[in-house]
């Protein structure tokens, strides 16, 4: 499985928003790498939407079998994200990264193994902010 990410974002936290985007998925991607956590998903894409807009954008979330890929776009409250620290704005992202893992079996993605992964990805985002 590889991880791509994009956004719906708001100018005033994009620049943000992306330094921090391309660690957390070099970081991840080297993670999925390195082991096997099973599964028929091959490509998962994560787009945080983090507007003040948020209302008129609607959250989604799905797998496609064929394609092998699951997407997942999903709210990061604009304000909370503004106002927090960097190691606060990461644990934002990788909070909506989790939330799209745990959705996967419930979309129709089986066989991953959702538990190792978020443990393993919460371990390597601890050491990313050491």
Known sequence: MKLWMSAEIDRDVFDV????????????????????YGGSIDKWSVIPIISALQPHYREIARVSKKG???????RIPHAEFKHATPDGQRRLIVEVLKRSLRMMPTLGAHGLDVDRLVHDLDRTMTDAEA
């Open 17 to 36: 928003y992306r330094v921090l985007m391309q660690d957390v998925e070099a970081r991840v991607n080297s993670l999925l790498a390195e082991s096997t």
């Open 68 to 74: 092998r890929s699951a997407e997942f776009r999903l």
